[in-house]
């Protein structure tokens, strides 16, 4: 079982804050396509134009990063802190 | 050494909050702190408040990755890295460095690394509320990236 947290922008778009997905995929770049999968609004978060950064267990990870049981995937958009 | 880094809900005291960076500690020759205000102004529109979102555990996290940068940089002697959360109005201090070091040059360019590396690296959010009523996330600047990414270069 994997979470996965939605930000900001995101997590209003998707209507979301949180989930738990107890089938995931291997990597962070397969959970991206498998999200995109699901259409609609998803499909236009996670395969559109905008930037979609994502952490796994609270640091920035890249699409080839592996997945595994208890992780915490983050996902948001560019950063406006500061 | 002195080191604070802090994410916080309550107003924030900036001018109180620099004084520890240095306090009591009589190495220190200078200290550069950089406080970043809510302005009521934003792409043209007046701007009446604005609200922080974060990622509680990851921006802690991440600020204190970049604070420890700026130590493995730059011989200092104090860094004090804070920052709001939740609803502020113009005016209102958003986030304070303040760093310490025996002579001001260290000083001015980890300051300066600090919040060019907070801009892009540290998951914070803003949400604007126009004065005629409208709500909007605040876009990224991709002058913010080029800020960084010089910092990339120089390491």
Redesign the interface.
């Known amino acids: 079982m994997i979470r996965i947290?939605f930000?900001?922008?995101l997590r209003e778009r998707l209507g979301s804050a949180e989930e738990t997905l107890q089938e995931y995929p291997d990597s962070l770049g397969a959970l991206r396509a498998q999200l995109a999968a699901r259409g609609g609004v998803w499909s236009e978060v996670f395969a559109g134009e905008q930037r979609v950064l994502a952490?796994v267990n609270?640091?920035?990870a890249p699409a080839d990063r592996a997945l595994k049981a208890g992780d915490e995937v983050?996902f948001?958009?560019?950063?406006?802190?500061? | 050494m002195h080191i604070e880094v802090r994410v916080q809900a309550e107003p924030l005291d900036a001018l109180a909050e620099t004084v520890p960076v240095f306090s009591g500690n009589t190495a220190v020759g200078g200290v550069v702190s950089f406080i970043?205000l809510m302005r009521d102004l934003n792409q043209g529109d007046a701007v009446a408040t604005m609200t922080?979102?974060?990622?509680p555990?990851?921006t802690e996290?991440a600020l204190r990755a970049i604070v420890d940068e700026a130590l493995g940089r730059w011989d200092l002697l104090g860094v004090r890295l804070i920052?709001r959360v939740g609803e502020v109005r113009p005016q209102d201090p958003?986030?304070l460095v303040a760093v310490a070091s025996a002579h001001r040059g260290e000083a001015f360019r980890a300051c300066e690394f600090i919040?060019d590396y907070?801009?892009?690296?540290?998951?914070?959010?803003?949400?604007e509320q126009t004065a005629d009523g409208r709500a909007r996330?605040?876009?990224?600047r991709s002058s913010d990236d080029s800020a960084a990414a010089e910092w990339e270069r120089k390491s």
């Open positions: 947290l930000f900001a922008s952490a609270q640091e920035m983050g948001f958009p560019p950063v406006t802190g500061g | 970043g922080l979102e974060h990622y555990g990851m996290k920052h958003i986030v919040i907070l801009k892009t690296r540290a998951p914070f959010w803003k949400r996330w605040v876009d990224a």
